[in-house]
């Protein structure tokens, strides 16, 4: 339930001052409003923009982000782990992961592309050893990646379409990363690309953004679908408009982690989950 009385405070939002008051009775739509504009305003401070022209009073001293956000330490930096699932280490799939990091550090994210490379890579067994120990009892490149999900903010995993669905190394390498390692991703947010040379894409990555949204992880869209066109990497360059897509995706990845980050600044802790109710159907 909301708080029927607010602190005192003055926010200035361009024109006279608010001033809330408080002994004041205010309504449930005005505490909503008086929220709504003090997130508003953490994310303009940590974002080092106006969003709307401030009045400025040359008399007083501007606040430090200290002052802004009390008890809150920014980050200096953001990540983005690219994961290549392609047996090409710089193929198709590559290209497009690289367009998606190009958009990402010209935002301020820094990136890693890791290629999962060409050894052989089992699927789960079912063993559940998982559970107990919070890695996968195969050690490959799985538990690698787990083993960096703290250091990353987000996610992003291509693939390129094999008749009409993700190749089968990387369906075996998430199965196993989000059953072993699942919760390291929560509210972190994700992305799915696909390459491919003419059809199948959109089966592909309905597959992929699966794992995300059983994760409760944030899915990133673009422009269109992530998807980009062509046998070879000299033909992607040629999709201009999947390239575009992987750049807008990229733009849209950045923003949401500054989101996020300002959300922590205004003092929004992610979700608390319920303990996980498992309900068979055939009992």
Known sequence: MLPR????????FGKQPMKMNKSKKISRREALKYAGMTAVGAAAAYAGVKLWPVREDPSVAPLSEAQLIPNYQSKTSMKVLLVNGSPHKKGCTYTALSEVASALEKDGVETEIFWLGIDPLAGCRGCASCRSTGRCVLN????TVADKAPEF????????VHYAAASG????????????AGKRFASKPGAAVVSCRRAGSTAALEQLNKYFTIC???????????????????EVLQDLEGLQTMRTLGQNMAWLLKCIEAGKAAGIAPPTYEDRVATNFIR
Do not use: C, E, K
């Not at 990387?170 to 059953?179: G, P, V």
């Open 5 to 12: 009385t607010a602190p005192s405070r003055t926010l200035n």
């Open 140 to 143: 490959d490149s799985v538990n």
């Open 153 to 160: 903010d987000g996610f992003v995993f291509g693939s390129p």
């Open 169 to 180: 190394f990387i369906t075996s390498f998430l199965d196993r990363l989000f059953y072993s």
């Open 216 to 234: 409760n992880m944030p899915v990133v869209p673009s422009q269109y679908w992530n998807m980009v066109h062509g046998n070879t990497p000299d």
